[in-house]
């Protein structure tokens, strides 16, 4: 396999300042609190529960932070990291609501009924109202909540809104992809929408501001206003570096030399969304939280190789089961950690955040319902051993079925047609269509994509239905050992059965017209009440109790079979 160089920047580039440069002349804003130079412990931490700023990203590659060999500048995340301690077995899902959902609830996809794809704009649908949330269980324990950025987790009913769900404010988007200036979102030709909102209004004002930068100003702002003698929490799930590919010409300036246009601006969106953590890491130390705080920063999915993103070298992309799909950036910088300036192996899902900050919170869990995640917190801060053993990384029923798969190549248990994953220990089970699985290095070559077609691809791997990896000693998903280790398949094929007896039905109603933003003054919002919809379960029908004739109801009919038909083949 070739390697290929990557391209490397002069001093100037890397002191190149845009509108939210760091000032490398003054102290570090992140300097070492962690011990001294002769290795003293780190003081015990305070009695005081701590402050929680949970960052998300969104497609944002498993290759692109500095610290993993990128080409990319991101000088903040990699303080942050170095300083902290660095998750190098940490996973998450292969797209944005079923991470999002876990992280929230702490529950596999499968206990939530969202396992297959994510919540679309025009969905009846919405995370499960019976659930309590994250930040519910914080406020429980005297925190005062904020949420900043991307929600998709549906919002057809005001009980689905972020504000109804835990969050004392929010102002970010409701769906899954918006402008970053203008916050218009399109759902298909014609169905479009202004999505930005601040609490339960729309936030029209803000038109024209880019939203890294616009969010990272709000978090700001909120430090600014709070008494940081009181805890708070903060989840901000930037929309960077999602799709559209779009960024602030300062930083775009500074990746001229990348010949690949969509790396360059993507590349561009990543280092902005790094220099908008270090204002937000420069607020905490200014407004007296950071000696008491706790930030954890993560990925959603695997980087969109197609939109400028690397999983390098990892197998897949976004969408895909395969480690690029699956496998996060990860990290916790803290100055309550016990052992900092460490890289854990400890094996950690995005579910295991919910039973960790609720219990570093000093919160109560006693009544909540079984979590899928553990707390993973003695792991991170001492280096304990980790309690996670397994990974569920999914059960879609409805995802295409494998040409290939059949209940005998399942030893009679399991239908290796539908598309599943699990990690148990050191191995890696897949069945059904894992997704796309090539290999492909960082975008940078000039004739993109003309000639990445040269480099690894995969001519026969579609033929086969169940895959078995590995994963610690072939992280890259290389060598495939179904044929020659059976009584490890049919043994995770057996916890796929398990997990599989526990799944409810599959949350996946067909679109409604009345969801269309014309009918709700220009902007994506709820557009159901609770009089007007009852869920009847499956994943295609609701019941209207008091069903009235009008002529967008009458449409819902023929888009709901057309949406049975085009439903196969979307992502």
């Known amino acids: 396999m070739a390697v290929y160089a990557l391209t490397g920047f002069s001093l100037v580039s890397l ?27 780190a003081p015990p931490a305070p009695a005081r529960p701590p402050h929680i700023i949970f960052i998300l990203t969104d497609d944002q590659g498993y290759h692109d932070v500095g ?22 077995n940490y996973y998450i899902q292969p797209i944005c609501t079923p991470s999002r959902s876990q992280l929230i609830t702490g529950r596999y996809q499968i206990h939530t009924g969202l396992q ?11 995370l499960p109202l019976d659930h309590v949330t994250l930040p519910q269980k914080l406020q429980e324990a005297g925190y005062s909540t904020h949420m900043v ?32 200036y203008t916050y218009d979102n399109c759902d298909g030709p014609g169905v479009c929408g202004y999505d930005l909102h601040d609490g339960e209004n729309v936030a029209w004002e803000q038109s024209g501001k880019y939203s890294t930068v616009l969010y990272a100003q709000r978090v700001s702002k909120i430090l600014a206003t709070h008494n940081p003698k009181k805890p708070i ?24 030399s990348m010949g690949n246009v969509a790396r ?52 897949g992309r976004k969408g895909t089961y395969w480690e690029g799909g699956v496998r996060g950036i990860g990290f916790v910088h803290s100055p309550l950690i016990k052992r900092r300036r460490q890289t854990s192996r400890a094996l950690i899902h995005i579910t295991d955040w919910y039973p960790t900050l609720v219990n570093l919170a ?42 290939y798969g059949s209940l005998e190549n399942g030893f009679g248990i399991w239908n290796t047609a539908v598309q599943a994953s699990i990690r148990r220990g050191d191995w890696k089970l897949l069945t059904g269509d894992p997704g796309y699985s090539d290999w492909i290095p960082p975008q940078t070559l000039t004739n993109f994509p003309g000639s990445w077609w040269n480099l690894e691809r995969l001519t026969d791997g579609m033929r086969k239905s169940v895959w078995l990896f590995n994963i610690t000693a072939d992280p890259y998903e290389r060598y495939d050992l179904s044929d020659q280790r059976p009584d490890i398949v049919r043994a995770l094929l057996t916890r796929l059965v398990h997990y599989n007896q526990t799944a409810i039905p599959v949350r996946y ?63």
């Not at 297959?116 to 919405?126: E, K, L, T, V, W």
Request: charged residues 25%.
């Open 15 to 41: 002191l190149s300042f845009g509108y939210l440069s760091w000032d490398w002349m003054k102290p570090s804003l992140v300097a070492d609190v962690s011990a001294d130079s002769m290795g003293k412990p």
């Open 67 to 88: 610290y993993h060999g990128s080409d990319i500048q991101t000088p903040t995340l990699d303080r942050l990291a170095a300083e902290g301690v660095k998750l190098e």
């Open 116 to 126: 297959h794809s994510i919540i679309r704009p025009r969905q009846p649908n919405c």
């Open 149 to 180: 950025g991307k929600w998709h987790l549906g919002f057809y009913r005001k009980e689905c809104l972020p504000t109804r769900r835990g969050f004392d404010t929010f102002l970010g988007s409701l769906t899954g992809n918006v402008d970053y």
């Open 233 to 256: 929490f903060i989840y901000l799930a930037f929309q960077a570096v999602h799709t559209p590919l779009q960024s602030p010409k300062e930083y775009i300036y500074r990746y001229r």
């Open 264 to 315: 360059r601006k993507y590349a561009a969106m990543v280092t902005c969304m790094d220099e908008a953590v270090k204002n937000i890491t420069w607020s905490l130390k200014k407004y007296g939280y950071y000696d008491n705080s706790v930030i954890v920063f993560s990925t959603d999915n695997g980087g969109q190789t197609f939109s400028g993103g690397s999983n390098w070298p990892l197998r």
């Open 362 to 403: 000093g919160g109560n869990l006693s009544h909540t319902e079984r979590l899928d995640g553990y707390n993973v917190w003695p792991s991170i801060s001492e280096g304990k051993e980790c309690p996670r053993t397994e990974i569920l990384h999914n059960i879609d029923p409805l995802y295409n079925h494998a040409k």
């Open 509 to 571: 109603p067909a679109e409604n017209p009345r969801a269309h933003p014309a009918f709700n003054g220009g902007a994506w919002g709820p557009w159901a009440t609770e009089e007007e919809e009852e869920w009847e379960g499956g994943h295609g029908r609701l019941k209207n109790k008091n069903r009235k004739k009008c002529k967008i109801c009458k449409l819902h009919s023929f888009f709901r079979k057309l949406n049975t038909r085009l439903m196969s083949n979307r992502i």
